[in-house]
C-alpha cells in the first residue's frame, strides 16, 4: 500500500573507516581464513555474512511471566530509531523510551533491518541485533514482524551486494516453492532471540494481490501462515503468533463495487478484504490474537464525516473481527488518521490536531475491543520538523526528548491498559457531546475537544474550559 514509505526499507548504512595498514592486514587475514574451503564456516563471510545465524544474541532478558497475547499501546520502529545518532541523544532517547515501557515491533527486513538471509544458510542480522538490543535496553515488549523475505525466495539473485531494496521488490512475497525456506528463517529468528515471544507473520498481504481474479490470494497467504506458525510453535511452544496483518480498506459509501455490510458514515469495507479474512480464520493451523490494519479515511483518502467521526470506523472493525476471533485478542499492527500527501507524508496538521485525532482513534479501537495496538512512528533524521515522531531524531544534539505524540501513547498505555473495564455511562453534557470524544475507566476520564477554538464543557459532572483540539486527561 505504500503508507509508510516503502523507501524506508532501505538499509541504513554505515561506513566504518580502517585505520592504519596493520588493521587492514588484520582485517584482510581474518576475512581470508573465514572463507577457506576446509573451515566450519561459522565465522564471517567476505560479505558480512555468517552460518550460525540461530545462536543466541547478547543477553536475553528473562521472562517474568509466560507471555499474554494482550500487550496493550505500543509502537513500530521504522527506518531511523534511536539505536543511531549521536551518543547523548541516543541517551535521552532511551531514557524517554525507559520512562514507560512499551510494547516494540520490528519488522525482519526493511524498516531498518538489512536482509536477513542474502544467500541461503548465510545470514546477517547486525542490524536487527541493534534493534532488538535497543528494545530490551529500554524494557519494552519485542514483538517481532517477520517480514520482508530475501531475493532469493522471490526470484531475485542471491548475494548481500544484491538486494534490491526496490518498492516493487520489497513488496513481492515469497514463491510457493520458499514457503518453508521462509519457515525455517522465521525459526532461526525465534532461536537467536528467545526473549522475544510474540511473532507477525508477514505484512499487509504484502505480494498476496492476485490481479487475474482481482481478490488477494489467501490461500497462499494461509499456507504460508500455517508454515510459520508450526515452524515457531517447534522452536517453542510459547510462543505467541498471529495474523493475518490485512489491511481493512473501505470505501466511500456512495461506492458499491466491492461495498459489505461492514459499512458506517465513514465508507464500506471492501468486502475482498473480509473474504480474505473469513478464509483465513476457517483455514488457519492456530493463532493466538487476531492482527488487522487499516486507516480511518477511505482509499481516496475522505475523512468521513470529518476526521474525528471517522475513527469510528476503527471501532466497527474491531467490533467486526471480535465477534468472529472466537476469542482472540485484537491487534492493530498500524492505524492511520491522518491521510499522507503524494510522498506519503503526514505533516499538513498542527501537532495539537494530530494529537486529538489520534487520540480518538486510540479511544475508537479501545471502545471496539481492540487491546493491543502499535503506532507506525515516522521518524526522521536531521534537521526540520519531524511531524507525528515519538522523540526528537537522535541525529540532532538536541534529540531525544519526548513530543507530544510519545506523550499521549504512554499516558493512554498507562490509564488504559489491557484487561481495562470501560465505563460508557460517562459523557458530556447534552450541548457538548458533538464535540467531545470521552472514554473512562473507574480511575480515569479522557476528553478530547474536536474543534479548534476553545469550548466549555462538560464530563463527569466537571466544567472544563478547553483549548482547541485539547487532550485532557481527569481523575475521578
Not at 544458510?121 to 536487527?128: A, I, N
Not at 473480509?274 to 477511505?298: E, H, I, M, P, R
Request: with cysteine; glycine share 10%; proline share 6%.
Amino acid at each position: 500500500m505504500g503508507r509508510h514509505g516503502w523507501d524506508s526499507g532501505a538499509r541504513r548504512w554505515r561506513f566504518t573507516a580502517l585505520i592504519g595498514v596493520g588493521i587492514a592486514a588484520i582485517a584482510l587475514v581474518l576475512t581470508m581464513c573465514a572463507t577457506l574451503p576446509d573451515g566450519n564456516g561459522s565465522g564471517n563471510h567476505r560479505d558480512g555474512t555468517t552460518t550460525d545465524g540461530d545462536k543466541v544474541h547478547g543477553t536475553p532478558v528473562p521472562p517474568r511471566a509466560a507471555p499474554q497475547p494482550e500487550l496493550g499501546w505500543g509502537f513500530t520502529h521504522t527506518q531511523y530509531s534511536a539505536d543511531e545518532g549521536d551518543a547523548d541523544a541516543m541517551r535521552r532517547a532511551e531514557d524517554t523510551l525507559s520512562a514507560r515501557s512499551l510494547p516494540q515491533i520490528q519488522h525482519i527486513m526493511g524498516w531498518g533491518a538489512e536482509n536477513p538471509e542474502p544467500s541461503p544458510g548465510r545470514y546477517q542480522f547486525d542490524e536487527l541485533d541493534s534493534r532488538v538490543d535497543l528494545i530490551r535496553r529500554t524494557g519494552g515488549t519485542p514483538v517481532i514482524t517477520l517480514c520482508c523475505a530475501p531475493d532469493w525466495m522471490k526470484g531475485g539473485k542471491a548475494g548481500a551486494d544484491n538486494t534490491d531494496w526496490s518498492r516493487r521488490s520489497l513488496e513481492t512475497a515469497p514463491g510457493p516453492e520458499h514457503y518453508e525456506d521462509f519457515a525455517k528463517l522465521a525459526g532461526t529468528v525465534a532461536k537467536r532471540y528467545p526473549d522475544v515471544r510474540h511473532f507477525i507473520v508477514w505484512n499487509e498481504f504484502k505480494g498476496f494481490f492476485d490481479d487475474d481474479r482481482g481478490r488477494w490470494n489467501y490461500e497462499g497467504y494461509t499456507h504460508l501462515y500455517n508454515l510459520v506458525y508450526a515452524e515457531l510453535k517447534k522452536v517453542d511452544k510459547e510462543i505467541l503468533v498471529g495474523g493475518p496483518y490485512l489491511v481493512m480498506d473501505s470505501h466511500e459509501p456512495r461506492d458499491t463495487t466491492y461495498a459489505s455490510a461492514l459499512k458506517g458514515p465513514w465508507g464500506s469495507v471492501d468486502q475482498r478484504v473480509l473474504d480474505a479474512y473469513t478464509y483465513w480464520n476457517k483455514n488457519k493451523k492456530g493463532a493466538d490474537f487476531v492482527v488487522v490494519d487499516g486507516a480511518s479515511y477511505t482509499r481516496d483518502d475522505e475523512l468521513l464525516p470529518d476526521e474525528f467521526r471517522a475513527t469510528d470506523k476503527l471501532t466497527a472493525v474491531s467490533e467486526w473481527i471480535s465477534d468472529r476471533s472466537g476469542g482472540l485478542p485484537v491487534w492493530w499492527a498500524e492505524y492511520y488518521v491522518e491521510p499522507g500527501d503524494d510522498d506519503d507524508d503526514r505533516d499538513g496538521w498542527s501537532e495539537p490536531h494530530r494529537t486529538a485525532v489520534h487520540a480518538a482513534g486510540l479511544m475508537a479501537m479501545a471502545r471496539g475491543g481492540a487491546s493491543t495496538a502499535f503506532y507506525w512512528n515516522p521518524q526522521k533524521r536531521g534537521a526540520g520538523q519531524c511531524a507525528g515522531c515519538l522523540w526528537r531524531p537522535t541525529q540532532r544534539a538536541d534529540g531525544g526528548g519526548a513530543l507530544p505524540m510519545m506523550k499521549l501513547l504512554s499516558r493512554f498505555a498507562k490509564e488504559f491498559p489491557p484487561g481495562t473495564r470501560y465505563d460508557e455511562t460517562v459523557r458530556g453534557a447534552a450541548d457538548d457531546v458533538p464535540h467531545l470524544r470521552v472514554l473512562a475507566d473507574d480511575e480515569t476520564v479522557l476528553v478530547v475537544n474536536t474543534l479548534d477554538r476553545p469550548v466549555k464543557a462538560e464530563a463527569d459532572g466537571k466544567s472544563l474550559d478547553m483549548k482547541g483540539y485539547e487532550v485532557k486527561w481527569l481523575a475521578r
